[in-house]
Every structure is written in structure tokens, then in C-alpha cells.
């Protein structure tokens, strides 16, 4: 779960939420934040929580029209993966999907 706050990356899971993150690029993996923290989750409810745990860290702040304003612009990134087994060959497949959040 990250925020983008005046061009500074950060992550809303981190030990440190206010420190800063490089993108980098890897041949294999493409562009990626470096340093950003991942958890393992098997239900919603966990989902929820670990959202909830991050919205207590993002940049909010005033404005006219609204008292809690987000200052800033965050991706909480879902990779879903499920694991069957093939009844006709026995062989195992897995298939992964990502979900990027806005």
C-alpha cells in the first residue's frame, strides 16, 4: 500500500510511513518500489485490516470543501493466487492475477 505525496513515494505498511522510496527497474520484474512492504492475507477481512492500517497514515489535510481532504494519491496493490490441482493430468497450476487499486 503506498502514497505519492509531493512526488515522494511512501509506504503506508512501513515501519516508518514518512520515509521515502526509490522506483527502480528490473529486467525481469519491471518497474518496482523498492523496500515496499507485502503482506500475505487469506480473506477480505484481512484485506480490510491491513487497508484501514495504511488509511491511518496517508497525507489528509483542509480544505474549503472538505475537512479531510487527501493531500495525496495512493495504490494498494492486490495479487490474488489460487493454487488446484488438475483432476485428469494430477499436475498442480497455479494462476495469479493483479489488482491495482487507486
Known amino acids: 500500500y503506498l502514497e505519492i505525496y509531493n512526488e515522494e513515494v511512501r509506504d503506508l505498511l512501513g515501519d516508518d ?53 487527501s493531500r495525496s494519491h495512493s495504490i494498494f496493490t492486490c495479487v490474488v493466487e489460487e493454487c488446484a490441482v488438475n483432476e485428469s493430468d494430477g499436475k498442480t497450476h497455479l494462476r495469479a492475477g493483479k489488482l491495482n487499486l487507486v
Not at 32 to 56: S, Y
Not at 57 to 67: E, K
Open 17 to 69: 510511513p514518512k520515509a521515502r522510496l526509490q522506483l527502480k527497474e528490473h529486467p525481469e520484474r519491471g518497474v518496482f518500489v523498492d523496500g515496499l512492504e507485502e503482506e500475505v492475507v487469506g480473506d477480505v477481512e484481512a484485506i480490510n485490516k491491513v487497508m484501514a492500517r495504511g488509511e491511518k497514515h496517508r497525507t489528509v489535510g483542509a480544505t474549503l470543501m472538505n475537512a479531510g481532504s
